[in-house]
């Protein structure tokens, strides 16, 4: 009987498991961000065009010499183009003594949300020695300019794309509403007002994308309910990626946890759109 995600965990062994990119998104929606890693051992330039959202890049012709970059006290799920160099990949670090899980199919099989972009993309607004204050005032204006984003956006001719769009614009204040709990919860005399000011000039919508960047995503053509929710879950997983790229580098615990508090609630709104987009017909 082959071993899946679940039933491979518990202990490393010699051989790694495959799991279909279902099994995989599944074992990834159970768990925290902090209970596994996912790698993916492409080539850089094929990273920079689409990667799952966290991915650590490794290359597989550089795995041996960076084993030290991959935590051994968790499973780690690779992942490449089709399943090949994963499943050489994951040998190596089985015989290694990781508990290893292989992507079957790779990111060409992957239905869930992608990132794009190199490994800097977004992280001019979030530089290495942001303070958590630059960090909540980023996090707090990303949300709103997709909220004013959304709304301005639901002015096309498709009532159901005008209605998703709305509701997702309201969804943005709700999410405005978590960065400034999540503010007061480190600083309890911060307030909304402080947080707008400070984040005034910030221009970028979630993800780390400029406003050219998001109009040209959705307001320029003619969306339908799922288009909608297609770009709605692209701008999630963007900025779950940017958050987790940043947490790698952050200047200090305190920044660092406060990037993966976002970087947490991102994964919930993630998963809020990836329901709606399951009862939409494609």
């Known amino acids: 009987m082959p071993q899946t995600a679940d039933t491979h965990e518990p202990d490393a062994a010699t051989t790694p498991a495959n799991v ?10 159970k768990r925290s961000l902090d209970d596994y890693t996912l790698l993916d051992v492409r080539q850089t330039w094929e990273y920079d065009e689409a990667h ?15 084993l030290g ?11 490449c183009r089709s399943g090949g160099r994963s499943s050489a990949a994951a040998g190596l670090l089985a ?51 997709l909220g004013d984003f959304y709304a301005r956006c639901a002015s096309g001719e498709d009532e159901e794309a005008k209605a998703v769009l709305q509701r997702l614009a309201r969804f943005e204040e709700g999410h405005k509403a978590m960065v400034l709990r999540l503010a007061r919860s480190h600083a309890p005399d911060v307030d909304e007002a402080a947080l707008l000011a400070r984040a005034r000039e910030i221009t970028a919508v979630e993800g780390g994308y400029g406003p050219q960047e998001a109009s040209a995503r959705l307001c320029a053509v003619k969306a339908t309910r799922r288009d909608v929710l297609e770009t709605a879950m692209a701008f999630e997983a963007q900025a779950l990626d940017l958050y ?20 947490v609630e991102e994964k919930k709104h993630m998963a809020v759109v990836g329901r709606m987009l ?5």
């Not at 279909?20 to 929606?29: C, D, G, I, L, P």
């Not at 970059?69 to 799920?77: C, G, T």
């Not at 060409?108 to 992608?114: E, I, L, R, S």
């Open 52 to 66: 799952l959202p966290g991915a650590r890049l490794v290359p597989l012709t550089e795995l041996a010499d960076r």
């Open 20 to 29: 279909t990119t279902a099994e995989a998104e599944a074992f990834m929606r």
């Open 95 to 145: 015989g290694q003594g990781y508990t290893a899980l292989n992507i079957l199919g790779g990111i060409t099989a992957w239905q869930g949300a992608a990132a794009e972009g190199g490994l800097d993309q977004g992280l001019s607004y979030l530089p290495a020695a942001a303070s958590m204050a630059d960090i909540l005032a980023l996090a707090y204006a990303m949300e709103a300019n």
């Open 244 to 263: 987790l790229r940043a947490t790698s580098r952050a200047a200090d615990l305190e920044a660092a946890a406060v990037l993966k508090e976002l970087a």
């Open 69 to 79: 970059e991959v935590p051994r006290d968790k499973p780690v799920l690779t992942y």
């Open 278 to 282: 399951d009862r939409t017909p494609s």
